[in-house]
T-cell receptor
Framework: SAVISQKPSRDICQRGTSLTIQCQVD?????MFWYRQQPGQSLTLIAT?????????ESGFVIDKFPISRPNLTFSTLTVSNMSPEDSSIYLC?????????FGPGTRLTVL | KQEVTQIPAALSVPEGENLVLNCSFTDSAIYNLQWFRQDPGKGLTSLLL?????REQTSGRLNASLDKSSGRSTLYIAASQPGDSATYLC??????????????FGSGTKLNVKP
């Protein structure tokens, strides 16, 4: 199994600013993903973080709004850009190893 | 696009009862299915992973079944305990070379086990 940590665990931000969330895995994983969980809803996949290349985004999500980096096999960042109150959500990082997914504890973001 | 549905949305049972959570998906061409548990303020904990070629998986008091042809999975919890109270999420990984390691989630079943 893989243990995943995220920083920050929570943040309160002002409209129009940007926040970068870090995700660290304790072992190498094949794939890394970023999900969003809006209040009262289930998880929605934002993008697949690809090592050394541009992330692959799901429908409805774009790189300008959610730039993602993955410089190596155990670390990734997600930036939420030009935030609005609609971006208030929990953002979760996950890693895939041997076809099983493991999740970080999430980052709870509130945008005022 | 794969749609995943979970029924019921919420469930409240007395301690000791056996219970079944349901998950259905629209596209039977899946790679695998995974059940997770989510506790308030915490991330997701993987409970059981069923490969598309398997019919069921068991771990302790948990048993998950998979019927790919009908697009259904069930999570059976035996002798429920208050510590089982959490939201249970079902997620499917679609088939295809480039999609097999993505997951699409259901909306979850919020379980409350009363002492």
């Amino acid at each position: 199994s893989a243990v995943i940590s995220q920083k920050p665990s929570r943040d309160i931000c002002q409209r129009g600013t940007s926040l970068t969330i870090q995700c660290q895995v304790d072992s190498q994983v094949t794939m890394m993903f970023w999900y969003r969980q809006q209040p009262g809803q289930s998880l929605t996949l934002i993008a697949t973080a690809n090592q050394g290349s541009e992330a692959t985004y799901e429908s409805g999500f774009v790189i300008d709004k959610f730039p993602i980096s993955r410089p190596n096999l155990t670390f990734s960042t997600l930036t939420v850009s030009n935030m609005s109150p609609e971006d208030s959500s929990i953002y979760l990082c996950s890693g895939e190893s041997y076809n099983e997914q493991f999740f970080g504890p999430g980052t709870r973001l509130t945008v005022l | 696009k794969q749609e995943v549905t979970q029924i019921p949305a919420a469930l409240s049972v007395p301690e000791g009862e056996n219970l079944v959570l349901n998950c259905s998906f629209t596209d039977s061409a899946i790679y695998n299915l995974q059940w997770f548990r989510q506790d308030p303020g915490k991330g997701l904990t993987s409970l059981l992973l069923i490969q598309s070629s398997q019919r069921e998986q068991t771990s302790g008091r948990l048993n998950a079944s998979l019927d790919k042809s009908s697009g259904r999975s069930t999570l059976y919890i035996a002798a429920s305990q208050p510590g089982d109270s959490a939201t249970y999420l079902c997620a499917v990984s679609p088939g295809g070379v480039y999609n097999f390691n993505k997951f699409y989630f259901g909306s979850g079943t919020k379980l409350n086990v009363k002492p």
